[in-house]
């Protein structure tokens, strides 16, 4: 059983809002994903997709595992060939993010990435390391 997150995402119309410099993107594999990186985990928004199709490596069994559960708990669904964010979700890694979105195992520090293609990784994990 996994602890349930109550959390809020920042909301503001303030011109001087740099929450749009906080949004990352995950391309890979045929998804096309939005999120935000919290000290709690990753955030993936409402209306991010991957497709639906399963990979055949065995990783791929661990993120079929992953993407039911979300699809019974109604965070995912089904819709044609891909599967649908419905509400933003928080995982508790970018990794885990991705791989919901991506369907197989796959480095989410590496793949989200702002809108200058800048890695999470490079934004976040080298720069706490200077």
């Given at each position: 059983s996994q602890p349930i997150f109550f959390f809020f995402l920042k909301t503001t119309t303030d011109d001087n809002d740099k929450e749009n410099d906080e949004i990352y993107y995950c391309n890979a594999s045929g998804a096309d994903g939005r999120g935000q990186y919290m000290t709690e985990g990753f955030v993936v928004l409402k209306?991010?997709?991957g497709p639906l199709?399963?990979?055949p490596s065995p990783d791929g069994k661990?993120?079929?595992?992953?993407r039911v559960k979300l699809i019974k708990?109604?965070?995912f669904k089904i819709e044609g060939d891909r599967v649908i964010c419905q509400k933003d979700h928080l995982f508790g890694s970018p990794s885990g993010a991705a791989v919901s979105l991506v369907g197989r195992a796959i480095n989410g520090w590496m793949v989200w990435i702002d809108k200058d293609g800048r890695t999470l990784d490079e934004l976040k994990r080298q720069s706490d390391d200077s």
């Open positions: 209306g991010s997709s199709k399963k990979s661990r993120a079929e595992r992953i708990n109604n965070i």
